[in-house]
């Protein structure tokens, strides 16, 4: 679920990713988080003009990668840094 919800809605930077919940309210981003952290993913949340994003923190993005990867499709590859 999150590898589809990450190739979707998900962007890369040069170290990490970020995961729009654009529309989540924050109660929901706090569940989310929650679940994310029981697979060991720490992030974070940054809002800005246009709604919040989940940062994957970024010494963690190796096992966000680790956990993902097998599931990604090839033409969404290069939203892995």
């Known amino acids: 679920m999150i590898a589809i919800w990450f190739m979707d ?3 890369k930077h040069r170290d990490t990713v ?10 929901s981003i706090e569940i989310l988080k929650n679940e994310l952290l029981r697979y060991g993913i720490e992030t974070t949340v940054n809002s800005d003009s246009k709604g919040s994003r989940l940062y ?4 963690i ?19 892995l840094p």
Request: aromatic letters at 14%.
């Open 9 to 11: 809605d998900g962007t």
């Open 18 to 27: 970020d995961i729009s919940v654009h529309n989540f309210s924050d109660e």
């Open 56 to 59: 994957i923190i970024k010494r």
């Open 61 to 79: 993005y190796p096992l966000f990668k680790e956990l993902v990867k097998p599931y990604i499709v090839k033409c969404m590859a290069y939203k």
